[in-house]
Every structure is written in structure tokens, then in C-alpha cells.
């Protein structure tokens, strides 16, 4: 069955450092999704892909966290500098097709586990 | 802005006992509901997707159901086992196709 791919699982950083995340999505899945959950929340979207483009980056703190989806298949999610308060699971998703098409059930990954250190 | 909550935050029941999770959201324009499990440390599991046309689904021992008018939805777990022990996640989606999540019911079932 396929399955949406995250590295690495687990990250120990210090404050002030660069950590980087990846993640491939099922074959195929043109939306691609970046959540993070803080311990006992449920969670929050940072960033949505169509293909290659950005569709929604409303909750993305941009002066540290940058995304990019370049050949509209597998996805890096970075920030630098790292904060305390960046720590967290940080969740990728994917779902079939685009907004309006009716084939937007959301698969998810294992998660990346960020420790800040 | 839309905003889901979920009751209870944590249940601990014996096993063999049916179960109510109750989902409640602000906004009644959403697309559909899912509902996930997620198990500690790891990432979520798809249970049931409801459309916004939709009443209820089912899968095995789980059924959900939803009432947009009233901006509620339920997952019903008939028979509990240890092993459904697991946060279970209650997310509405718009039609941006952005989830919105509640913060989660932490289920212990104990033999």
C-alpha cells in the first residue's frame, strides 16, 4: 500500500541552527501538506502545495521557515533559526487531487519529531 | 473563524464497553469531516471520511455520523478493545481543502 515517506523521523537541534525536513507523497497526489502539532494540540497547517505552487502559507512564520515543492512531487521544509518553541511533530500529507475536485481525503506521514534544544 | 472542539478530552473505560465521541464545530460550511487515530509518537490514521452530503459512515466496530445544521459529529466505537486505546482527532475540511482540527479524546481501554 502506498504511503507518504518523512526523514528523518527524529531531530535533536540546538537553538539558532538550520533543520531541514523532506517528504514524498503518494505517487501521483497532486496537494501536498505541511502540518505541525505541538504536544497535546491537534494540528495546524503551515503550508499547502497544488503541483508546484503555493496555495495557502497564511500560518508559515516566514522569517525563519521556508517551503518549496520544486518538480511538484517530493517537498523540503526548513527553518533556521531554530527556536525553543519550534519543537514539535511535523506531519506531511497528500491527498489525490486539486481544491474542487472532490478527491481530498488526506493521507499522512509518520512525522518528523523536533526536539530544540 | 472556524474553530472545532472535542469532548471528552480522555476516556478510560474497561474493554468490551461502546463508546460516543462527540465533535462540535463553529462553522457549518465545511466540505466534509475526517476522523484519525493517532498513537502515541506517531503520525495520523485516516478512520472515516463523512462528504457534507453525508450522514453517517461506517467502517467494522466504527460508525460516524454527522449533522452539519448543528455543527456536530460523533464517532460511535461499538465493542472497545485494548488495542483501540489512541488519541482519536475530529478535523472538519473547507473547501480550500485546508484541515482544521480539534485538540483530540485520549482513549485508554483497559482489559
Known amino acids: 500500500e502506498a504511503e507518504v515517506a518523512q526523514s528523518p523521523r527524529y531531530k535533536i537541534t540546538e537553538k539558532s541552527q538550520a533543520v531541514a525536513f523532506w517528504c514524498d507523497p503518494i505517487s501521483g497526489h497532486a496537494t501536498l501538506y505541511w502540518y505541525r502539532q505541538i504536544l497535546g494540540q491537534g494540528p495546524e497547517l503551515l503550508v499547502q502545495f497544488q503541483d508546484e505552487s503555493v496555495v495557502d502559507d497564511s500560518q508559515l512564520p516566514k522569517d525563519r521557515f521556508s517551503a518549496e515543492r520544486l518538480k511538484g512531487v517530493d517537498s523540503t521544509l526548513k527553518i533556521q533559526p531554530a527556536e525553543l518553541g519550534d519543537s514539535a511533530m511535523y506531519l506531511c500529507?497528500?491527498?489525490?487531487?486539486?481544491?474542487?475536485?472532490?478527491?481530498?481525503?488526506?493521507?499522512f506521514g509518520p512525522g518528523t519529531r523536533l526536539t530544540v534544544l | 473563524k472556524q474553530e472545532v472542539t472535542q469532548i471528552p478530552a480522555a476516556l478510560s473505560v474497561p474493554e468490551g464497553e461502546n463508546l460516543v465521541l462527540n465533535c462540535s464545530f463553529t462553522d457549518s460550511a465545511i466540505y466534509n469531516l475526517q476522523w484519525f487515530r493517532q498513537d502515541p509518537g506517531k503520525g495520523l490514521t485516516s478512520l472515516l471520511l463523512?462528504?457534507?452530503?453525508?450522514r453517517e459512515q461506517t467502517s467494522g466496530r466504527l460508525n460516524a455520523s454527522l449533522d452539519k445544521s448543528s455543527g456536530r459529529s460523533t464517532l460511535y466505537i461499538a465493542a472497545s478493545q485494548p488495542g483501540d486505546s489512541a488519541t482519536y482527532l475530529c478535523?472538519?475540511?473547507?473547501?480550500?481543502?485546508?484541515?482544521?482540527f480539534g485538540t483530540g479524546t485520549r482513549l485508554q481501554v483497559f482489559p
Open positions: 478535523a472538519v475540511q473547507l473547501n480550500t481543502d485546508k484541515l482544521i
Open positions: 500529507a497528500s491527498s489525490p487531487g486539486g481544491m474542487g475536485t472532490g478527491r481530498n481525503e488526506q493521507f
Open positions: 463523512i462528504q457534507s452530503s453525508q
